[in-house]
């Protein structure tokens, strides 16, 4: 049977038309729909690959630089407290072992060198730690810093160089990532002086019978600057890192990209053969 | 090409080196590694960390110290490879200075080494503790030694460096593989624009091929139409010359039947006069009449020809003619019309108006009061 016997002729025609129109419009609908989606995603990743990396790297070496130069020189490095045979004693040490009295306390003096001249396997100390140390160390780091901050200003000059003449993003990411790790050296190598006061503690619970001979009660040191400096260490080791983990994702993403743009292409001549 | 894979794992194991390293580091400066059984005032173990042991006079501790200089130092030079070889894997990925990217992480191969020289260090101080009756490793408990938490790190960092070797060794031969190819399809290219531009510099322009073919068409129709007009002169003077030679023949021919004519005439009235008794030299008469006659109609053929062959040369000419005939031929319906129209006043009513005559008689009707008439 003919399904143009049951159905008028142009009613037929105008169902085929309709249907036609209905199929049209979807189409178009989720054409447009899919270009607008489109079009989102990729603004927003042209806006991610566009965006150039932070430049003010070089302004917290800076900051960190000046931070640490005010610990080493204006905080006390070292809080020590004891009982003594007259009494109580308690003392702030600045750098170079200085104190705000000036006053030279001999007991303090076995602490940092030990009192044992005839022993079997001879030491200088019991904690790890001389006096000297309190004149070497704040000298290193304070060098240390000066290298940090010089770095940080060569690179705030760049980032500044870099807002008037607009560099390549890429140069501009590997420069920057490459000031970082030298960041990243220098505040390791800080950090490594500096982990002799944190090792100390151990040292000194291990050791503590020792100091006990040498008649000091109730002893508790405390080192404030060379902590304060760890953290500095710590901060800046952390910032530099993800700084140059930052540019690297960056870069990831151009190399997704690019690859994703290759398959494509791949894909289109696989068909085209 | 950048080599995402090779490029994600050596700066995945390159950081991992670099904590690594970090964390040997702080424990070598940080844990006390070995330990001393004092007899003297105090009869106790005395720890030494890494400090105490440099500013010792033990010669044995003294010979330890060194060997941990030596992996602090390849601890260091672990550390700096490593961050060379992780910013090598940022430029590598920039894909700008994708050699110098690679050579940064080939630095990190160096890693291995350093790895097994502390790795070597480290065992060989543990064989001298074990050896030695005053010094014993450092611990906390009774079997956690610090030398062997500071042995971890190492470890792991040799096997991550062998990883690094193995991914970085084989994005090296990748490397250089594709740098090969894109060498040779470089070349290809760079043959394929040579000889495109050495092609186009044959090529001349868009305007100049143009102008040629231009130039080229306009010869061609001059040389065609100098061919035309050539052949028309030649053959013009050459039927000018035809005509002036047979009009030359036909001359004298003429003035010899003009001659002969004469000549008739006045044997015709000696025939007359006389039977003359030369009756074949008048048949031969009557011949070259009939010849000369013959000779006529072939030359006004012939004219009739050249006008039509001249007409063919001129097209339009006969065009214009019929133009000019229909012009002609309009211009005389109008004035015969202007003619045979007439301004007609009614006697009735007065009203003029125009009519055309046809024929000798013609009936007119007036438009406004409608009386009748004729005009002759």
Not at chain 2, 365 to 372: A, D, H, I, L, N
């Amino acid at each position: 049977m003919n399904y143009q016997d049951d159905i008028p002729e142009d009613d037929f025609f105008r169902d085929i038309r309709r249907i036609r129109k209905n199929s049209k419009d979807d189409i178009l609908d989720e054409s447009f729909k899919k270009a607008e989606i489109n079009k989102g995603i990729g603004s927003k990743e042209k806006k991610m690959l566009t965006k150039k990396p932070f430049l003010k790297l070089g302004v917290i070496f800076l900051i960190f630089m000046l931070i640490a130069i005010l610990m080493i020189n204006y905080f006390p490095w070292v809080y020590i407290k004891y009982d003594a045979e007259y009494g109580e004693v308690q003392e702030f040490f600045y750098k170079n072992f200085e104190n705000e009295r000036d006053f030279n306390y001999t007991e303090i003096d076995y602490i940092f060198k030990s009192p044992c001249t005839n022993c079997s396997n001879y030491t200088n100390n019991f904690i790890g730690i001389q006096k000297s140390d309190f004149t070497t160390t704040p000298k290193q780091t304070l060098n240390h810093f000066y290298i940090l901050g010089i770095l940080g200003a060569i690179f705030t000059i760049f980032a500044i160089v870099e807002k008037f003449k607009d560099f390549n993003k890429e140069f501009v990411s590997i420069i920057h990532s490459s000031f970082a790790m030298g960041g990243v050296l220098i505040s390791i190598a800080i950090f490594l002086q500096n982990i002799k006061f944190l090792s100390f503690y151990l040292v000194f619970y291990n050791n503590f019978s020792f100091i006990e001979a040498s008649n000091i009660n109730n002893l508790i040191i405390i080192f404030l600057a060379p902590v304060i400096i760890l953290f500095i260490c710590f901060a800046i080791i952390i910032i530099s890192s993800t700084v140059m983990k930052i540019n690297f994702k960056d870069f990831e993403k151009i190399i997704k990209k690019q690859i994703t743009k290759k398959s494509i292409s791949e894909f289109k001549n696989r068909r085209k053969q | 090409m950048i080599n995402r894979k090779m490029v994600i794992n050596t700066q995945r194991l390159s950081i991992w080196v670099v904590i690594l390293s970090i964390i040997s580091l702080f424990f070598i400066s940080f844990f006390p590694l070995i330990s001393t059984t004092e007899q003297d005032f105090v009869k106790k173990d005395l720890y030494y960390n890494y400090e105490m042991m440099k500013n010792t006079d033990n010669y044995e501790i003294f010979k330890i110290t060194e060997k941990l200089d030596l992996i602090y130092l390849s601890i260091w030079l672990i550390l700096i490879f490593s961050l060379i070889s992780f910013l090598g894997s940022i430029i590598y990925a920039s894909g700008k200075l994708s050699i110098l990217g690679l050579i940064f992480v080939l630095c990190g191969c160096f890693v291995i080494i350093l790895s097994i020289l502390a790795i070597y260090n480290q065992i060989q101080i543990v064989n001298s503790l074990k050896q030695s009756n005053i010094l014993s490793p450092a611990s906390i408990f009774s079997s956690f030694y610090f030398i062997y938490i500071t042995l971890i790190p190492n470890i792991i960092i040799l096997i991550l460096s062998i990883f690094y070797v193995w991914t970085a060794t084989l994005a090296f031969f990748k490397f250089i593989k594709d740098y090969l190819k894109s060498d040779r399809e470089n070349k290809k290219i760079k043959k394929q624009k040579k000889e495109k531009k050495s092609y186009f510099e044959n090529m001349p322009d868009k305007k100049t091929v143009e102008n040629k073919s231009k130039i080229k068409e306009k010869s061609i129709e001059m040389e065609a139409w100098l061919k035309g007009q050539v052949e028309n002169e030649e053959s013009k003077d050459e039927k000018k010359k035809e005509i002036n030679e047979k009009e030359e023949e036909i001359e004298p021919i003429n003035e010899t039947i003009k001659d002969e004519e004469k000549n008739e005439e006045i044997n015709d009235t000696k025939k007359i006069e006389k039977k003359s008794p030369f009756a074949n030299n008048i048949k031969e008469k009557e011949q070259t009449k009939k010849d000369i006659e013959v000779k006529k109609e072939d030359t006004k053929s012939f004219e009739k020809a050249l006008s039509s062959a001249i007409q063919k040369r001129k097209p339009g000419v006969e065009e214009k003619q019929d133009i000019k005939e229909k012009i002609t031929k309009e211009k005389n319906e109008k004035e015969n019309v202007e003619d045979k129209k007439i301004n007609v006043r009614c006697p009735k009513c007065k009203t003029v108006f125009s009519i055309t005559k046809e024929g000798t008689f013609t009936k007119i009707k007036c438009p406004s009061c409608g009386k009748e008439g004729v005009i002759r």
